[in-house]
């Protein structure tokens, strides 16, 4: 924490506080709409945590969320492992898939189109695995015995989000980040200049694969009952992508700042206007992303540049009076 100033410590120590303390005084229905949100926290800063800072873009990254969903219905169904060592193996077994899948898609050098597409196709190879394997529970999917109490999943997604957020901070200040920050930049030129691009890429890759893997575990024991199409459903990675690229992609806070407002955007919009809510939301999206390509994020950049120039002006012109 050296370095950061104390009003910065003491506001984060009071969001932190108000975050923990919010779901103690608030209805089962906005409780459930702040466990949503959390789950998207978690997936947009992994997500950010990859494909943010190499430029590597996943049209697929909701397939780590459905491993680990299955992971820990596969635990505490088949072996009957305890819940927490459930969850525990659903991110083991997502950070094992993506073991798998970084030694083959990363290692190949292929563009980074091409990736995106591989990524998209994964996800569906892998629906349709689940869904023809009885052992998985095939299309009907797999029934858990439910969550008791909704705070269980509110701590432990927050916990995640904030891990993943502090994960990534230290990334942007450590030598990983910066290599990575290279290969963004320029992926033949890092090599040039003598970085393991392969190793940084993987590395953070398999990262960014245990987080959601984590989270499906719990939103798999948060909604009792997980079948392929749910735990695999492609508007999750679309979902993810929209809320980064409106926050700001390559930023801290901009992926977090995009999931709420995409999510309250959609409940509020959902509820309101049930018919023609997806148009709104999709010319919104679009303006935004359009009128600032830099999302949210760079407006507050502008905003903050123009009241900086606006004070320090001030003096100035106050002297000449």
């Known amino acids: 924490m050296a370095g950061i100033e104390p009003k910065k410590i003491a506001m984060a120590g009071l969001a932190l506080l108000a975050l923990v303390l919010f779901p103690l005084g608030v209805s ?22 990859f494909s943010g800072c190499t430029g590597y873009v996943s049209l697929g990254h909701g397939l780590f969320f459905g491993v680990g969903a299955y992971g820990f219905a596969i635990a505490v169904t088949t072996f009957k492992a305890p819940f927490w060592a459930a969850l525990l193996a659903a991110g083991v077994i997502a950070g094992v898939v ?32 689940v869904a023809n394997t009885k052992e998985l529970g095939s299309s009907y999917g797999i029934t858990l015995p439910p969550l008791t109490n909704q705070l269980i999943a509110y701590y432990y997604l927050l916990g995640l989000a904030l891990i993943i957020t502090i994960l990534i901070w230290q990334l942007k200040r450590s030598r990983h980040g910066l290599a990575l920050k290279a290969v963004f930049a320029d992926e033949v030129a890092a090599e040039t200049a003598g970085i393991n691009t392969l190793t940084y890429k993987f590395q953070t890759f398999v990262v960014s694969g245990i987080f959601p893997g984590l989270a499906g575990g719990m939103i798999g024991w948060y909604w009792s009952y997980i079948d392929p199409y749910m735990a695999f459903d492609l508007i999750i990675s679309f979902f993810i992508m929209e809320m980064v690229f409106l926050g700001g992609i390559g930023t801290l806070f901009g992926p977090v700042i995009g999931a709420v407002f995409m999510s309250l955007a959609i409940e509020i919009l959902s509820t309101n206007l049930q018919n023609i809510h997806p148009i709104l939301f999709g010319l919104a999206v679009i303006i935004v992303i359009i009128s600032c390509p830099g999302g949210i994020m760079e407006l507050f950049d502008k905003y903050r540049a123009r009241a900086s120039r606006k004070a320090l002006a001030l003096p100035k012109q106050e002297g000449v009076s």
């Open 28 to 49: 089962p229905y906005i409780k459930a709409f702040m466990v949503t949100l959390l789950m998207y926290v978690v997936m947009v800063q992994s997500w950010n945590l």
């Open 98 to 129: 993506a073991v798998v899948l970084g030694s083959v898609l990363l290692s190949t050098k292929m563009n980074v189109a091409y990736f995106s597409v591989l990524t998209l196709g994964l996800n569906e190879i892998l629906k349709a695995v």
